[in-house]
């Protein structure tokens, strides 16, 4: 969103005559039609004795993707066409919701002898029909959005094994054809093993590429983000515009851009053409990326999440059940509910600045109660009779200065930081050093689950942060405590489903909004993962950088 322009020098500054001409259907020749072009709209008339209600379609150039112009094979055919691609939102077939359907609108222009004509009569309403959707993409609400160079050169990396192993499928099925209606030329890469996009993307000349596009889950981008960042050339690398197309079984980040598109919820193949519509819109976005330390690893760049306990656990076990696809987690969660573990460790986290509000008043509920009360027991008994309260209390925090921490600590050393391509920190000390005095310092160390997220979707059906946005700088923290129920903690989990998991009022489950945290597991042995792939288990930090990357999103 780069500049503020009113809307009406932009449609002057393109064609702002309603373009008008009567065609036939290409697909029945003795259907005639008149066809008006207006700034925002395609409006169709067939001319027949039907009433004329029922013969008007109206198609919104927001929902078109591409035009063009063709002739066909037969030589003595003075006739030319054009054809425009539109993807509405339309009512689903016994179901309740929408979801974007393909439609195509194909006239033949045959009122001139000469081919020629024709096909130039035919050229200059594509060009109308195209320019006319790129300006109604652009602007919103009077703000103009930035987007793709056109022509755009893609590169669209798929991974034959992601999911259940139907990528390749599912791009010859639609990808291919939307790409080509929208006029996208794209080079189609298959990776052949683990990494292969990560080095692809580490070694690229990026000036060849207007983007780089993922068919996949989640891993392949992750591959891609990190790739990028271990350039020398970082700074600008990281400024590639990014896209993703859902193909794996864990399509969290397609699953978000979609939420955000404000949509109601679909899944596959409905989930793809809404990324792929979004794609050949070619809006882009700035999106976060989370810079993942570990003990002994090198840094790390995260778009989704940082998991450890329950939901880590799930995520790697459930990979074979990946035949199921998304449902695939749904198994998981189900058979890893049966073992229900207790985690223990040490988190910390230094709330977002919007955020610090609600920590103050879990130190005041705290101090007030114990400062009326002599006795924390009794304080504890009056509050847990308001649930709000009790509910407060439960998520009790300390300030770290109680646990002597220095304030020293509060700017970090930067040279004590090792450095690697990528961002500067500016919020993190060394993972061997206290953290600093400002942080939040959780009491409890018996956990079932830490989950930060920075998009609203864990997975295709798990909108695990709902008030998560593309670019807000904000890590939505969430713990569980241990002493949950086997029946609470599923119940969280289907709640999540629609995003109402914070609505239960689950005393166990804490949600918080951080810029950075630190994670410092004691249990021996356990799953750490980032974006749904495993890293080294032990100590963790993670700090967020607004807006980062590009990614291609409505
Ligand atoms: P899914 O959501 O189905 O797990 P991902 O995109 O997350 O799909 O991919 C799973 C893993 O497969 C990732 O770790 C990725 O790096 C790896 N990978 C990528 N290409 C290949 C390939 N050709 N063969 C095997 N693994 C691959
Ligand atoms: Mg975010």
């Not at 449609?11 to 009567?22: K, R």
């Not at 709330?351 to 130190?363: I, N, T």
Request: with cysteine.
């Amino acid at each position: 969103m780069d500049h503020r322009t009113a809307e009406s020098d932009l449609i002057t500054a393109t064609s702002p005559v309603t373009l008008y001409g009567e065609f036939t259907l290409s697909n029945n020749r003795k259907v005639r039609c008149s066809v008006t072009l207006t700034e925002r709209d395609l409006v169709i008339h067939r001319l027949t004795s039907a009433p004329a209600g029922r013969n008007k379609t109206v198609w919104s150039l927001k929902d078109c993707v591409g035009c063009r112009a063709y002739r066909e094979g037969d030589k003595a055919d003075p006739a030319a066409y054009f054809a425009a691609y539109f993807y509405p939102l339309r009512r689903r077939w016994m179901s309740s919701g929408v979801s974007r359907q393909r439609v195509e609108q194909c006239f033949r222009l045959a009122a001139l002898q000469d081919r020629h004509a024709n096909l130039e009569e035919a050229e200059k309403w594509a060009r109308a029909v195209r320019e006319r959707a790129a300006v109604q993409q652009r602007l919103r609400d009077g703000v103009l959005l930035s987007e793709l160079s056109r022509p755009c050169r893609m590169m669209l990396l798929v991974n034959p094994q992601s999911g259940k192993g139907q990528a390749l499928t599912l791009y010859n099925s639609h990808v291919q054809r939307m790409l080509n209606e929208a006029g996208i030329t794209h080079t189609l890469i298959i990776t052949e093993r683990q990494n292969h996009a990560r080095e692809l993307v580490r070694e690229a000349d990026l000036s060849q590429w207007d983007a780089l596009v993922i068919m996949s889950g989640d891993g392949l981008l992750y591959e891609v983000i990190n790739g990028l960042l271990e350039r020398s050339d970082w700074e600008e690398a990281i400024k590639t515009p990014l896209g993703i197309l859902p193909g794996g079984s864990g399509n969290a980040l397609a699953a978000s851009i979609h939420y955000y598109s404000g949509a109601s919820p679909v899944s596959s193949e409905e989930l793809l053409l809404s990324c792929g519509f979004q794609l050949c819109k070619g809006i882009v976005s700035r999106m976060d990326l989370v810079s993942i330390h570990l003990l002994s690893s090198p840094r790390l760049f995260s778009f989704l999440s940082l998991a450890w306990g329950f939901v880590a656990d799930v995520d790697i076990e459930s990979e074979k059940y990946r035949h199921v696809g998304a449902a695939r987690f749904t198994v998981g969660t189900l058979v890893r509910l049966a073992s229900l573990r207790i985690y223990k460790g040490k988190l910390a986290y230094l709330p977002a600045k919007k955020d610090r509000s609600s920590e103050e008043g879990c130190m005041k509920v705290r101090c007030t109660s114990q400062a009326s009360s002599p006795n924390p027991a009794s304080a504890l008994c009056q509050l847990s009779g308001d649930s709000s309260c009790h509910n407060t209390f439960h998520n009790s925090c300390h300030s770290n200065n109680s646990l002597k921490a220095r304030r020293t600590e509060s700017t970090p050393s930067r040279s004590a930081i090792k450095r690697s391509p990528g961002p500067p920190n500016s919020l993190l000390p060394p993972l061997d050093k206290p953290v600093p005095g400002d942080w939040v310092v959780v009491q409890e160390e018996d956990f079932v689950l830490m989950l930060a997220m920075y998009q609203s979707h864990l997975a295709e059906d798990l909108l695990a942060a709902p008030g998560a946005g593309l670019d807000d700088g904000i890590i939505h923290l969430f713990y569980v405590k241990a002493g949950i129920s086997r029946a609470a903690l599923l119940r969280l989990f289907l709640a999540m489903e629609k995003g109402a998991h914070l609505a239960t009022n689950c005393q166990h489950l804490v949600h918080r909004k951080v810029r950075a945290l630190r994670l410092e597991p004691s249990s021996p042995r356990g799953m750490i993962t980032v974006d749904g792939e495993v890293v080294e288990y032990g100590p963790v930090q993670a700090e967020v950088h607004r807006g980062l990357s590009r990614l291609i999103s409505g």
